[in-house]
């Protein structure tokens, strides 16, 4: 089992920037690739972005490509998602995800293993 605890949301205005962090816990060794996906009020979950964590390969959802950048610390079992130019339509709950395999990772149900999710505001 692989245990996700996300951090850093927050409020912010609109062009403001924040960091949020995932600390993965227990079979780490499993996780081939870790993921950030968000969720809007009355919207489906969607894709944000995607890392290796052997390779360091990385993938962005086309609104936030330019703005966030995903990154990890294998050290500290840590993934990370600098948001930047936050605009409010980045406003919702952002959630972790690893997998262990390399399966599309577009797709939530390639995921095995959630955090509890962040709430990330922009307001205008």
């Known amino acids: 089992q692989v245990q996700l605890v996300e951090s850093g949301g927050g409020l912010v205005q609109d062009g403001g920037l924040l960091r949020l962090s995932c600390a993965a816990s227990g079979r780490t060794g499993s996780i081939y690739e870790m993921g950030w996906f968000r969720q809007a009020p009355g919207k489906e979950r969607e894709f944000v972005a995607a890392?290796?964590?052997?390779?360091?390969?990385?993938d962005y959802a086309d609104p936030v490509k330019g703005r966030f950048k995903i990154s990890r610390d294998n050290a500290r079992n840590t993934v990370y998602l600098q948001m930047n130019t936050l605009k409010p339509e980045d406003t919702a709950v952002y959630y972790c995800a690893a997998k262990q395999t390399s399966a599309d990772s577009i797709r939530s149900e390639s995921y095995e293993y959630w955090g509890q999710g962040t709430q990330v505001t922009v307001s205008s």
């Open positions: 890392i290796r964590l052997r390779s360091g390969g990385t």
